[in-house]
């Protein structure tokens, strides 16, 4: 079956470390693979977009990986913030490039 | 950046009645627009896809007769969820899509 799983479990870190969010996928194969934030009570907001021939992309504070070997995606916040505390979530382009999937989620909590 | 308005931000009916919830692309003419659900602590989970002028297209286990989606213009989009019940309590969020997706803000149902 068709699955995109993130860590369920939040994520701790201290102000100023890095914060690294796994994202893994089976039976799928997608052209590109998004990272949305979403903070409690509102919708998700986009954030970086990576396709499948790219093995990294950079925007700010973020970077994104990409393997489609190991199917995987890493999302890291470097000088993490208090600020950055929120749930990231990743999606695929499924359904033939129609629809977005996403997957379950990582809460982060940055702590000062 | 692109905008997504939903409205009501959050509403309460009673068991048995009906509510519509609109969903607006503020500043772009969306060719297609998404409707997800999502309870709490999980992820997103696509409910139709609707391209304006024609008939929205259900995801697997979501009832058509309950969830009325009605896509009449290219900047807005309507859910109205008919006969509600506890169970369909959730957090509804609507997305358009020109050349990218933009997420709306989410309205928070409660069925009482």
């Known amino acids: 079956s068709q699955k995109i799983e993130q860590n369920s479990e939040a994520l701790n870190i201290q102000e100023g470390k890095t914060a690294t969010l796994t994202c893994n996928y089976t039976n799928y194969s997608p052209a590109y693979l998004q990272w949305y934030r979403q903070d409690p009570g509102r919708g998700p907001v986009f954030l970086l977009l990576?396709?499948?021939?790219?093995k990294e992309k950079r925007k700010e504070r973020l970077k994104v990986t990409f393997d489609t070997t190991l199917k995987q995606s890493l999302f890291h916040i470097t000088a993490s913030q208090p600020a950055d505390s929120a749930t990231y979530l990743c999606a695929l382009l499924t359904g033939g490039g129609n629809k977005l999937t996403f997957g379950t989620g990582t809460q982060l909590k940055v702590e000062l | 950046g692109a905008v997504v308005s939903q409205h009501p931000s959050w509403v309460i009916c009673k068991s048995g009645t009906s509510v519509k919830i609109e969903c607006r692309s503020l500043?772009?003419?969306?060719?297609?627009m998404f409707w997800y659900r999502q309870f709490p602590k999980q992820s997103l989970m696509l409910m139709a896809t609707?391209?304006?002028?024609?008939?929205?297209?259900?995801e697997q286990g979501v009832e058509k007769d309950k969830f009325l989606i009605n896509h009449a213009s290219l900047t807005l989009s309507t859910l109205t969820v008919t006969s509600a019940h506890p169970e369909d309590s959730s957090f509804y969020i609507c997305s358009a899509r020109d050349y990218e997706q933009y997420f709306g803000p989410g309205t928070r149902l409660t069925v009482t």
């Open positions: 990576i396709r499948e021939n790219e």
């Open positions: 500043d772009f003419q969306a060719t297609t």
């Open positions: 609707s391209n304006e002028g024609s008939k929205a297209t259900y």
